[in-house]
């Protein structure tokens, strides 16, 4: 069975940084397309940023510049460096995965068609 488990959320101040991490187990990565998404109170969850089967990454314009997505194939899991964080930032990060092939920042809108998704895990960024 495919599981997704997100780490490494917390509180920081504006302008910190935070390293989120998503181990995955039951499948590898491989070509398959995986993406971060985020969702705050009272909002729909949102892509944040995406690595295609072409291992092409995406990122949303709100956070490009900022954050970086990587995958290690060797440790199957994916990563998402976020710098320079804003209070407007605090929600809850999903990682998300799906067994299909995909090119292009298809994989950053394609939300209803992950089919694995982790439990979450909470950043809060205070001003």
Same mark, same amino acid.
């Given at each position: 069975?495919?599981?997704?488990?997100?780490? $490494?959320?917390?509180?920081?101040?504006? &302008?910190? *940084?935070?390293?989120?991490?998503? =181990? !995955?187990? #039951?499948?590898?990565?491989?070509?398959?397309?995986?993406?971060?998404?985020?969702?705050?109170?009272?909002?729909?969850?949102? $892509?944040?940023?995406?690595?295609?089967? &072409?291992? *092409?990454?995406?990122?949303?314009? =709100? !956070?490009? #510049?900022?954050?970086?997505?990587?995958?290690?194939?060797?440790?199957?899991?994916?990563?998402?460096?976020?710098?320079?964080?804003?209070?407007?930032?605090?929600?809850?990060?999903?990682?998300?995965?799906?067994?299909?092939?995909?090119? #292009?920042?298809?994989?950053?809108?394609?939300?209803?068609?992950?089919?694995?998704?982790?439990?979450?895990?909470?950043?809060?960024?205070?001003?």
């Amino acid at each position: 069975q495919v599981q997704l488990v997100e780490s $490494g959320g917390g509180s920081v101040q504006a &302008g910190g *940084s935070l390293r989120l991490s998503c =181990a !995955v187990s #039951g499948y590898t990565l491989s070509n398959y397309p995986m993406a971060w998404f985020r969702q705050a109170p009272g909002k729909e969850r949102e $892509g944040v940023a995406c690595i295609d089967s &072409g291992v *092409s990454t995406f990122y949303a314009d =709100a !956070v490009k #510049g900022r954050f970086t997505i990587s995958k290690d194939n060797a440790k199957n899991t994916l990563y998402l460096q976020m710098n320079s964080l804003k209070p407007e930032e605090t929600a809850m990060y999903y990682c998300a995965a799906a067994r299909a092939t995909w090119y #292009g920042d298809f994989c950053l809108e394609a939300r209803q068609y992950y089919n694995v998704w982790g439990q979450g895990t909470q950043v809060t960024v205070s001003s």
